[in-house]
């Protein structure tokens, strides 16, 4: 029977991977990044990686703790024999730029926005899994890049954020947006861990298609997009929003809420993973809260079409307005 040391499972994706991998054989479920004793790495014969993954915790040395986690698993994986790691990375590393491919594949540059802290995070973390598995022969490591993840009943402020679906936008900006469900990236990486032949490299994971990111808003039970700012006013917009705690982007992440990065995930589509959910479907099962959250997909999008937020949507530029002449009054 296989083994299964599983890092990073304290969330609602580590429960659903723990479950998927029972029924394939033992899991050795370690809550955080690693556990401090590598001798429960002993046995097992594949180190599934999800404690730096897609959702981070914001609190101060977060990425600091889940890097020097990974490096004890990866250490103990070594010490163990283990030849095979499966990494739950994100598409972030990709970065967003207005010259991207739509969609992106896994040939695509590793560049993440260096002012970004996060995606520097992950691909930091990508180096050291690479590193690992080029550090001894026959080892295998599959590096999976999910697309923005949700949740149902988990605050994803993030993937919200990312997606388009709070932050403040320029005006006559558009761009794809894709979002995976949980559930499907759980059953992305049971796929590759289970693999008959060890999986290598990266892998994106996201359902085919995307959608507009006003459309994603709306979706996710907003009755407006987010406001659309002149490029001028976006910056100081976002500044504050972020100071308010409203749950946007921080402010060094916008490249990722104005540029696409949308992936396409044939290399995981041929070894057998089918999505259960579209990135519209992904928006909506997860979405609560909201009278418009209950609608359905096809209705928010009449709601959208029909204007009903035109109103609104002056209205809440005009608030951000205000917002920003007051921090430049502030800041002189």
Known sequence: ??????????????????????????????????????????GAGCLVSLAVGPCPSPEPGGAAA???????????????????????????????????????????????????????????????VTEWRDGGPGRAAAVLR???????????????ALGGLSSPRTL???????????????????????????????????????VADDEAAVLAGALVPPPSLPARLVGPARRLSWALGIGVAPPRAGAYTSHPWVVAADRLRDLGWAPTYSTEEAVVATTTGSAIANLSPHRRQQLLLAGTATILSGALLGLFLAAARAIRRATG
Request: charge should be negative; glycine fraction near 10%; include cysteine.
């Open 172 to 210: 006559g900006d558009s761009r794809p947006v894709q979002f995976v469900h949980v559930e499907d990236v759980a059953s992305a990486v049971v796929v590759c861990a289970t693999a008959a032949t060890p999986v290598d490299g990266p892998l994106n994971v996201a359902p085919d298609g995307w």
């Open 66 to 128: 889940r890097l020097a986690g990974l490096r004890r698993a990866l250490a103990a994986a070594d010490q163990a024999g283990v030849n095979r790691v499966v990494h739950l990375s994100s598409a972030v590393v990709y970065g967003a730029a207005p010259d991207n491919a739509v969609p992106l594949t896994e040939a695509a540059p590793v560049r993440p926005d260096l002012g970004f802290a996060w995606a520097v995070e992950l691909a930091e973390a990508e180096r050291l």
């Open 1 to 42: 029977m296989a083994t299964f040391a599983v890092t990073g499972t304290a969330t609602p994706l580590g429960a659903l991977v723990v479950s998927g991998l029972g029924g394939e054989g033992a899991v050795v479920a370690l809550p955080g990044a690693a556990d401090d004793t590598p001798h429960r790495l002993d």
């Open 146 to 160: 999910p697309a923005l993840v949700v949740a149902p009943d988990h605050d994803g402020y993030l993937a919200r």
